[in-house]
C-alpha cells in the first residue's frame, strides 16, 4: 500500500486554507491542515470532506447532450464525446452575434471557481460578448469596488497583527473565512478589542467584547450613529481629514456642487477644488498633494462662507461639515429607535473604536444584499475614513501582492461595447461597468428582448434558481434559451434545463494557481501552484481546460497563447519572475520579497478623481444620485401580512447550494433551518424541531423551527441554496423578489424581506 502526502490548499472557498491531503493507492482519503502555510491553521467540514466530493456517486463524469424538450422531466441524457460536444458548443456561439451571446461564472470567493475565472473573462470578452452573469452584486461588489467612489480602491485587509480595535460588519469569518477567523481570534489573544454587528449571535459574535445586533438593512444608520458620535466627541483625525480628504471642500448651498478653480477666477483651473483659509479669511484652490504642513492645518472644515466668484457671491459650507450635519441626524436614540440596538451600545461601540485606535475593519455580504447597500457601504467607509486609519499600520491596508500578468482582456472590450451591457443605462456606475450583470436582466433579454434578445448562454458552474433571488422571468428564461450549456459537478436543478452539460473534475483534481493569500502580508506574498491530487474521474476535465480547448474551435488560439495553458500560465507569472516548474517543485508555495508600505497615499494621493478620500462623490452626483453617505430604509417594510423580517446567513457545513449531496456533510445538516425567538414561535405555537412554513408574497417554502433567544423577535433567518430536498424545501432564495435592487449596484433584499411563519399541522 503506497501512501503519499501532498500539500495544497483548499479552493472551495475564498479562505484558499492550506492543507495536506492524504492519497493512497491513487485514492484521496483525508485532508488536513497544513500548519506550516499561512492559512493553513484550521480547515472547516467542507474540505474535510473532499474524498466524498471526488467520489460522489452522482457526479457529471462524462459529455451530455438533451434529446428531450427541456418542459420534459427526464432531459433523455445522451453521452457524446469532448470533440462532438464542443464543436456543438462552438457552433451555437458562432451562431449567435456577440450581444446574443452571454457568459456565466458561479463566485470565486464561494466556489472552486476562482481557479478558472480569469479565463473565462478572457473567452468572453475575444468573443466581444458584452454580458457575463457574475455574483458580484450580491457577494463582493460592495467591498471591493463600491468603496472606489470613497477610496479609490476597495477596503483591503485589517492589519490583524497590528490592529487595536477589529470591527466585522456583517460578516462571520468562521462560517465563512476561516483564516480570517484564525487572525481575529490571534489578534484578540494579544489585546485587541473586537466589535462584531450581525443580527445574529454566531461564531466570533460569542467571544466578542461587543455585539451590536442591528434591524436587518438598518446598517446605514447605525454607521452615521457612531460617526455622529466620533465627530460630537472631536474624536476624529482632523489633521487626516484636512490633508488627505476632501472634508475642507467647499460646496455650494445653492446647487450641492464642489466649487472649483474657474469659480473664483475665469481662468482658473476647474479641476482643483476650493476650500476656506482661516489664517486669511479667503477661498483658495486647494491641491490634491498638500503642498506643506502649515498651510494644510488651516483649511476650514466647519462652518458657513460666502465665497465670491465671477458671477457673483456664493454660501457655500465645507464637506465635512455637511456631513457632520448629516450625522447630527443619529443620534443614539434615533439609532436604537431604527436600528433596534440600545442607545448606550451604541454609545459603548463609538467609546470602544476611539479609545483603541487603529481601528480595522472588514464587512462583506450581509451590508450587501440589501437594496440600500450602496448607501450602507458609503456611510460605513465615510465612518471609517474619520479614524485616519486607512491604509496605516493597524488599520485596513493594500498589502503588496505578486505581481502577474493581467490576462482577463478588459482592455479588449470598447466603450462603445460596455455601453451595450445589460443593466448598464440603469446602474453605469455599477457592476455593468466592468460587463457583470444580474440573472434579473438576462432573463428579462432572454424573455422578453429587453432591451436586446439573447439566445446562446454557456455557464461555468451557477445554480441560478438556488443561488439568486426570484424574478418575474424566473422559471421562463432557461427553458427558453435557444441553447445553453453548463460545465458543472453534478446536476443541478440549473443543469436540469441545459442543452449540453460538460463534466468539470473537482478542485482536488486539478492544478490550481493561487498568488497571494489576503489575510496578511506575508500571506499575501506566497504564491502556490496547488497540485492536482489525484487523477480526475472518468472524462471529467477542468473549467481552464475546456476554455482553451473552445477557444481554438472558435479560432481564437492567438489570444489564448496558441490554445496552451501551460504557455498561458508561463505568461501569467512572468512578471513574478517565477515559472510553472518552479512553483512546482516547490509544492507548498514560495514567499515573494515583497514589502508593503503603509500610508502609501501620501506619495501616490488616492486614486479618486480628487486624489483624496471623498465623503462628497461628484462622480455620484453627476449621476444623479446623493454624493454623501446617507440612510435609506428599504423598499420593503413589515406590515400586517408579513409582519416579521426575513433574513439569510451561511452555516459552515454548506456554501451556497453545493455540497447537500456528500453524506458527511448532510449528517451535520440533514433538513433545512429557520431559526426564529421563542416568544415569535410561542406566539404561533411553534416548537423547536416542528416543520413551518415561511411565506412572503413571492410564495412559500418548508423548514425545521429552531429557536435562538439572541435573535430579535422580529426577525426570521433562514436558509438559502437547498434543492436536493423534496418539494424545494428550505430555498429562501425563492421568496426574495428579485425586482427590488439598489439603484447603484442592483444588489437584492436577500437579508431583508417581509415575511410570515406558521406552524405547519399533520
Known amino acids: 500500500m503506497a501512501t503519499e502526502l501532498r500539500r495544497g490548499y483548499c479552493a472551495l472557498c475564498i479562505s484558499r486554507c492550506g492543507c495536506i491531503g492524504t492519497v493512497v493507492d491513487g485514492v484521496l482519503t483525508r485532508v488536513d491542515p497544513d500548519p506550516d502555510h499561512p492559512t493553513g491553521a484550521a480547515l472547516c ?14 457526479r457529471i463524469l462524462y459529455p451530455q447532450r438533451r434529446t428531450r424538450p427541456k418542459n420534459a422531466a427526464d432531459p433523455g441524457w445522451e453521452r457524446i464525446g469532448w470533440d462532438q460536444a464542443l464543436e456543438l458548443l462552438a457552433a451555437k456561439m458562432r451562431a449567435a452575434n456577440p450581444e446574443a451571446l452571454a457568459f456565466a461564472v458561479a463566485t470565486p470567493s464561494g466556489t472552486a471557481l476562482a481557479d478558472s475565472f480569469a479565463w473565462l473573462h478572457r473567452l468572453a470578452h475575444a468573443c466581444h460578448s458584452p454580458n457575463l452573469v457574475f455574483a458580484t452584486e450580491n457577494c463582493n461588489w460592495h467591498k471591493d469596488y463600491a468603496p472606489a467612489y470613497t477610496f479609490g480602491a476597495g477596503i483591503g485587509m485589517p492589519d490583524y497583527d497590528h490592529t487595536g480595535c477589529i470591527l466585522l460588519w456583517g460578516f462571520n469569518p468562521a462560517a465563512t473565512w476561516l483564516a480570517q477567523a484564525s487572525a481575529v481570534q490571534r489578534a484578540k489573544k494579544r489585546g485587541a478589542k473586537l466589535i462584531v454587528v450581525d443580527p445574529r449571535r454566531a461564531g466570533l459574535a460569542n467571544s466578542a467584547d461587543l455585539w451590536l445586533r442591528p434591524r436587518p438593512g438598518s446598517d446605514g444608520a447605525l454607521a452615521l450613529g457612531l460617526a455622529h458620535l466620533l465627530i460630537e466627541a472631536e474624536r476624529y483625525d482632523r489633521d487626516f481629514l484636512a490633508q488627505w480628504s476632501d472634508a475642507p471642500f467647499l460646496v455650494a448651498e445653492d446647487s450641492g456642487r464642489l466649487l472649483n478653480g474657474a469659480d473664483l477666477s475665469p481662468d482658473g483651473d476647474p479641476t482643483q477644488a476650493v476650500a476656506w483659509n482661516e489664517a486669511t479669511g479667503m477661498a483658495r484652490t486647494c491641491p490634491a498633494r498638500p503642498p506643506n504642513a502649515g498651510a494644510r492645518a ?40 431604527v436600528a433596534g440596538i440600545p442607545a448606550d451600545q451604541v454609545a459603548r461601540a463609538a467609546e470602544l473604536i476611539a479609545d483603541n485606535l487603529p481601528l480595522s475593519f472588514f464587512t462583506w455580504t450581509g451590508t450587501c444584499q440589501h437594496d440600500n447597500a450602496t448607501q450602507s457601504g458609503r456611510a460605513i467607509a465615510a465612518l471609517y475614513g474619520l479614524t485616519g486609519c486607512l491604509d496605516a499600520s493597524g488599520g485596513n491596508v493594500w498589502f503588496s501582492k505578486p505581481p502577474l500578468a493581467e490576462v482577463m482582456g478588459f482592455d479588449w472590450v470598447s466603450p462603445e461595447e460596455r455601453q451595450r451591457t445589460l443593466g448598464y443605462r440603469e446602474r453605469p456606475h455599477g457592476p455593468p461597468q466592468k460587463g457583470w450583470i444580474t440573472t434579473r436582466d438576462l432573463f428579462r433579454a432572454i424573455v422578453a428582448s429587453e432591451p436586446y434578445p439573447v439566445s446562446c448562454l454557456f455557464a461555468c458552474g451557477g445554480n441560478f434558481m438556488q443561488s439568486k433571488p426570484n424574478t418575474r422571468f424566473n422559471d421562463a428564461a432557461l427553458e427558453q434559451l435557444d441553447f445553453f450549456a453548463l460545465a458543472e459537478l453534478v446536476e443541478t436543478p440549473a443543469a436540469r434545463y441545459a442543452d449540453l452539460l460538460l463534466p468539470v473534475c473537482t478542485a482536488w483534481e486539478r492544478e490550481g494557481l493561487q498568488a497571494g493569500f489576503q489575510v496578511s502580508a506575508a500571506a499575501e506574498a506566497h504564491v502556490q501552484l496547488r497540485p492536482a491530487m489525484v487523477e480526475a474521474q472518468g472524462e471529467s476535465r477542468s473549467d481552464t481546460w475546456i476554455v482553451f480547448d473552445l477557444a481554438k474551435r472558435l479560432g481564437l488560439a492567438e489570444q489564448f497563447f496558441g490554445g496552451d495553458p501551460e504557455a498561458a500560465l508561463a505568461a501569467q507569472l512572468a512578471p513574478s519572475g517565477l515559472t510553472p516548474e518552479r512553483l512546482r517543485a516547490a509544492p507548498g508555495g514560495i514567499r515573494l520579497d515583497l514589502e508593503t508600505g503603509y500610508r502609501k497615499y501620501q506619495r501616490d494621493g488616492f486614486a479618486t478623481p480628487s486624489g483624496r478620500l471623498e465623503f462628497h462623490s461628484e462622480r455620484l452626483r453627476d449621476a444623479g444620485l446623493d454624493p454623501m453617505p446617507d440612510y435609506i430604509p428599504s423598499t420593503e417594510r413589515p406590515g400586517a401580512r408579513f409582519p416579521l423580517i426575513l433574513t439569510t446567513a451561511k452555516w459552515p457545513q454548506y456554501c451556497h447550494s453545493q455540497q447537500r449531496h456528500l453524506p458527511f456533510l448532510r449528517r451535520r445538516m440533514p433538513e433545512p433551518l429557520v431559526e426564529l425567538h421563542p416568544d415569535t414561535a410561542w406566539e404561533r405555537g411553534i416548537q423547536e424541531g416542528d416543520w413551518v412554513e415561511v411565506t412572503t408574497r413571492m410564495g412559500r417554502i418548508r423548514a425545521r423551527a429552531r429557536l435562538d433567544r439572541q435573535l430579535a423577535p422580529e426577525v426570521v433567518c433562514a436558509q438559502y441554496g437547498w434543492w436536493q430536498y423534496p418539494d424545494g424545501a428550505g430555498d429562501a432564495n425563492r421568496l426574495i423578489d428579485g425586482e427590488c435592487f439598489d439603484p447603484v449596484s442592483g444588489s437584492n433584499c436577500l437579508r431583508d424581506f417581509p415575511c410570515q411563519v406558521a406552524a405547519i399541522r399533520p
Open 45 to 58: 467540514v467542507k474540505a474535510k470532506a473532499a474524498p466524498e466530493m471526488v467520489y460522489a456517486p452522482d
Open 298 to 337: 488651516r483649511l476650514a472644515l466647519r462652518g458657513r462662507y460666502l465665497v465670491a466668484t465671477p458671477n457673483g457671491p456664493v454660501i457655500c459650507r465645507p464637506v465635512f461639515d455637511r456631513f457632520a450635519e448629516r450625522c447630527a441626524a443619529w443620534p443614539p436614540g434615533r439609532v436604537a429607535e
